[in-house]
Nanobody, 115 residues
Framework: QVQLVESGGGLVQAGGSLRLSCAASGNIFRINYMGWYRQAPGKQRELVAGNSSGGIITYADSVKGRFTISRDNAKNTVYLQMNSLKPEDTAVYYC?????????WGQGTQVTVSS
């Protein structure tokens, strides 16, 4: 079993920054993909940023130039640096990890951006 622990959410004013972390632990063989998704009230969960083991990085258009995803393979951890935050970034942020072909979701962390 693989466990994911997220941290770093909180309340920030518009224009501010936050850094999310998601650490995977447990019986890890190979992590193929690590990504961040978010879900705002009344909306579907959407991709924010993804990082594959092949080095392919993707971003939602709405966060390009403001958010940066990175991963530390030695620590099995993925980060999301969020700068220039906007009220519309308010959502619960979830990390997603594909380990050995099995997907896992983190518990979610709330990010609230006040105007």
């Amino acid at each position: 079993q693989v466990q994911l622990v997220e941290s770093g959410g909180g309340l920030v004013q518009a224009g501010g920054s936050l850094r999310l972390s998601c650490a995977a632990s447990g019986n890890i063989f190979r992590i193929n993909y690590m990504g961040w998704y978010r879900q705002a009230p009344g909306k579907q969960r959407e991709l924010v940023a993804g990082n594959s083991s092949g080095g392919i990085i993707t971003y939602a258009d709405s966060v390009k130039g403001r958010f940066t995803i990175s991963r530390d393979n030695a620590k099995n951890t993925v980060y999301l640096q969020m700068n220039s935050l906007k009220p519309e970034d308010t959502a619960v942020y979830y990390c997603y990890v594909d380990e050995g072909g099995s997907g896992r979701w983190g518990q979610g962390t709330q990010v609230t951006v006040s105007s």
